[in-house]
Antibody
Framework: EVQLLESGGGLVQPGGSLRLSCAASGFTFSSYAMSWVRQAPGKGLEWVSA????????YYADSVKGRFTISRDNSKNTLFLQMNSLRAEDTAVYYC?????????????WGQGTLVTVSS | EIVLTQSPATLSLSPGERATLSCRASQSVSSYLAWYQQKFGQAPRLLIY???NRATGIPARFSGSGSGTDFTLTISSLEPEDFALYYC?????????FGPGTKVDIK
């Protein structure tokens, strides 16, 4: 069974940093692209960042480019999102999602999400 | 950035009725369009990918069609568990984008 377990969310002040992690199990992690997708309270979905299966290609939404860094450790089946210079508009539930391909395409499995709140 | 528009915003139907949801792209996305279902407090679930392919485990009452800029998700006969939010998403160009969603609620 595919499982994705996010952690690292919480309350942070504007300008602060957080590192999200996503522990994956139930599939060959190194064979699939992974993504972070967020959802602000009461709002729609926004694709934040994606990474290829090998980690050699990364993708960012313009809203986070230069502030967020996606990475993965295929030896530990873990996906990361380093978030710096956080803003109030980054407040959202952040979902870790598995792609069905080795490059970003569509997400066939999702974690339950971790809430990031940016507020003073 | 490719903008996706979904219509209607809300669809009020009864169980057993047919639901037709539309998604329009600001430019051609070929067949690189997916549909997701999201229930309150839950993560999204992939229903359809590449316009017309059902994801693993998705019932046959869900079907997708279209190409280029106009796409449709059809639920042939609504079951009680189908009342939810539906999003379309394109993977033609990065950044991948989602539509604003269509809410299917009980009439």
């Amino acid at each position: 069974e595919v499982q994705l377990l996010e952690s690292g969310g919480g309350l942070v002040q504007p300008g602060g940093s957080l590192r999200l992690s996503c522990a994956a199990s139930g599939f060959t992690f190194s064979s699939y692209a992974m993504s972070w997708v967020r959802q602000a309270p009461g709002k729609g979905l926004e694709w934040v960042s994606a990474i290829s299966s090998s980690g050699d290609s990364t993708y960012y939404a313009d809203s986070v480019k230069g502030r967020f860094t996606i990475s993965r450790d295929n030896s530990k089946n873990t996906l990361f999102l380093q978030m710096n210079s956080l803003r109030a508009e980054d407040t959202a539930v952040y979902y870790c999602a598995k792609d069905y391909s080795n490059y970003p395409a569509n997400c066939d499995y999702w974690g339950q999400g971790t809430l990031v709140t940016v507020s003073s | 950035e490719i903008v996706l528009t979904q219509s209607p915003a809300t669809l009020s139907l009864s169980p057993g009725e047919r639901a037709t949801l539309s998604c329009r792209a600001s430019q051609s996305v070929s067949s690189y369009l997916a549909w997701y279902q999201q229930k309150f407090g839950q993560a999204p679930r992939l229903l359809i990918y590449d316009a017309s392919n059902r994801a693993t485990g998705i019932p046959a009452r869900f079907s997708g069609s279209g190409s280029g800029t106009d796409f449709t998700l059809t639920i042939s006969s609504l079951e009680p568990e189908d009342f939810a939010l539906y999003y379309c998403q394109q993977r033609s160009n990065w950044p991948f984008t989602f539509g604003p969603g269509t809410k299917v609620d009980i009439k």
